[in-house]
């Protein structure tokens, strides 16, 4: 039997307003934002856990010991401030493993993020996301005290030297840009790799991070020396690395921004890397 025409336009009317309801409540869900992050209740890896990823070993001054659950070191300090900040105290964060070079590879991930000294770059971007950044570092240049590139002055006085650096890391990039040196430098696959080449006299210097540097002279190798630090091109930035699209990423650079409004930041980063400030700087 046929509906009269005005049912069927009354039925086509309703229809339409259904659906542009339903429009607005998808657009609605789908945004995410800081203001959606409810404390201790995200959508986490493992449910009512922050799980949290670094590499084996881990050095200090980010970690003490060994042991990143004891709280001590930089990274190990900010990590448990931004699970508190999210309403995760330490008993409901777990630490895991997650190699550096593999942490900024595209795919899923076993943890909610990840700290490393992992710099922010746009080509790690497009695989993984990164939390605002929690600190700046400098590149440096270590060298045996009794080579000719622990008497450098300047970036320039390096431009002969065989230089060392970890694969993956921005210590590469920085090495060939800001030095320009006369041969390619070494890549090798672990911080360990570097440190022994040097050690070996392999390389005459290594490039890394200024606050790694400070470490290996300290304790891996005494008998080197900080020649000098110099700035990444851009800022070497490290932030908490996420998987692409991660739900928790705004949730973490929130934390991160209450922790440096109150000083809580500034605080852990004066007392894990006020070492930094004193190596000479090479131009």
């Known amino acids: ?19 542009a309801g339903c429009g607005s409540s998808k657009s609605d869900s789908s945004t995410t934002s800081a203001a959606d992050c409810k404390p201790g209740q995200l959508p986490t890896h493992a449910k009512g856990v ?25 990274e190990s300090a900010v990590a448990y401030a931004i699970a508190k900040q999210l309403g995760y105290p330490a008993a409901k964060v777990k630490w895991t493993v997650e190699p550096f070079n593999s942490s900024f590879a595209p795919g899923s991930k076993d943890f909610d993020f990840d700290v490393n000294e992992i710099s922010i770059t746009a080509a790690r971007e497009k695989a993984v996301d990164f939390s605002s950044p929690y600190y700046t570092a400098n590149q440096a240049v270590v060298a045996l005290k009794d080579s000719d590139a622990a008497n450098a ?81 851009g800022g070497d930035r490290w932030g908490a690395l996420l998987a692409k699209g991660s739900a928790l990423t705004a949730c973490v650079s929130q934390a991160i921004g209450e922790l440096r409004s109150s000083g809580e930041l500034d605080e852990l980063t004066q007392r894990w890397m006020s070492q930094a400030a004193g190596a000479p700087e090479l131009q």
Do not use: C, H, W
Request: proline fraction near 8%; glycine fraction near 4%.
């Open 1 to 19: 039997m046929k509906k009269p025409l005005a049912a069927i336009v009354l039925v086509a009317l309703l229809a339409l307003a259904v659906l």
């Open 153 to 233: 002055k300047s970036l320039a006085d390096l431009e002969d030297a065989k230089l060392g650096v970890q694969i993956g890391t921005t210590s590469l990039e920085a090495a060939e840009e800001q030095i320009d040196p006369s041969s390619r430098p070494e890549v090798f696959n672990s911080s360990n790799d570097v440190v022994t080449a040097l050690k070996n006299e392999q390389i005459d210097a290594i490039v890394v991070d200024l606050p790694t540097a400070l470490y290996i002279t300290a304790a891996q190798v005494p008998t080197a020396t900080v020649v000098g630090q110099f700035p990444a091109t």
């Open 50 to 74: 922050l799980t949290v990823a670094t590499d084996d070993p881990a050095y200090p001054p980010y970690f003490e010991d060994d042991e990143p659950a004891n709280g001590e070191g930089f």
